[in-house]
């Protein structure tokens, strides 16, 4: 077996497998608010988690690598079942959620974008794949859920996973050392997305859902 | 014109045939429900019958075959047509269409598993396959009439899925003749829905819809 | 950078634009009605008029060309903006939102035909694409909103695209001139979903949304 993904940096391959742990997580603590038994734990856990770089790599025409190694699936489903195994108290479920998601959304967007300029896309086209990848997963897991995405709720999101994304375009465009990059672009959209979670920022008129 | 899935063997081609006719069934019955036209018919019908392979195909880098023969798009169009024609009462609607979709997640989760072994996928892949396979055409048929999709209700589903196409794998392994390893592996997994809807089984707490 | 979509012609392109445009005015108009930000316009804008060529092109196997050009993207970007800060009163957008969904639907059917009838496809493929096309963009638009995907509506949406993607490929068979062939079958699609929100047709019975 060829060792996938040989191209990806150390770096980039670590934000990669956290951030499918965290969103991995985001997805089961959903299931966990609809009640689901273990294995919707496991289905929506893993769809979120692997479902944002599945869609870049389909858009792009490159193969979905967890389909020829599974690490990725792997982490997926053992994030899900701790989650299951051991589920925090329901408030606190709500909160893991929103915060998992706000973590894999910054770590996404940088990873997608990356993987993207790697693969050879134009720059406008890696922003928008950190953006696709960023935002993939957690649609996904909405609309299994049959809820709101959360992308549509009013409070800068995919701004979030935007400014990640171009942070981290520029920055390699001027040359500044890959892990700085990624460190600097994840903080951006870390800080924003959790600034608008801590203080309810709202960047249109009060939404109907 | 080139035989598609040409080395797919005639006992796997006959029970994806089954699978789509079936799926497709319980995709027009969802259409019934909500009162569509025979164009709701024909497009939830053919969407359900083709979306778990198609979907399998995509993620492997697999052609779509029915881009190429379109055998499988004119079932699904057959089956969804003759259930718009001879359109059951509202309670055997209801029936039919849990029962239908019963069969092609037995269906579907041996022909994705034994397609992807074929394609030469790694065994842990295939069976995550045959899951893909057998429930991805019923989500697109939920999110499209935007109900909560079958796999989030609390039964047994997923878990029939996995069942046959890990029981699939297994029995490929054990090399046990194919097709009794794809009579037991269905049994399996139709089995175990089938009981879940006869007995009202539930895994998890009650759920919240 | 070579040029990518080489192969069509002129006034595919053109209608391909266009289509591109209305639709991401209908996914923007979405976007309004639920009261999302500048983002969220963004969003919907873009996955709206790209989605339905996005799903064809993966279906057939075939380049998502905008992951090469970004002219597409660049163009559902300034529509979704100019609905943004020309947006229009309460009334006028419902309205706008269905009138540019009709025009979409009437292009993209036309559009994706023609584009696979290139590919190579046979002819019931391509008609079945130039439905995808036309139809696929919309129903990503409506599931994102989580709100009924408008082709179950009830009134004529998948019959006017198959009408128009139908009338395409027979008029090239029989040899027609293109443009002729494109105007003629535009016409038709949009001359039947336009007749159905004039006249209020309805194709079933009086359906339950």
Redesign the interface.
Known sequence: ?TTPDASLSASILAIMYFGDIVFSISGALT?A????????F???GTTTGIGGG?LRD????R??W???D?TE??LCVAAALLTFFFLPSDIARRRGLIWADALGLAAFCVVGCSIALEFG??P??AV??GLVTA?GGG?IRD???????M??S?Q????AA?LGSLSYAVLRYLAIPEIAAEVIAFAAAFGLRGSALLFDI????????
């Open positions: 077996m299931a608010r609809y009640r689901m038994d273990v294995f919707g496991l289905l929506i599945t389909l858009l792009l025409g193969t979905v967890w389909t020829q599974p699936l792997l896309s134009p406008i086209i928008f794949m935002t649609v609309v299994l859920a049959n809820t709101q995405p992308i549509t009013g800068p999101y995919a701004a935007l709202r960047m249109g008129p009060p939404g109907e859902f």
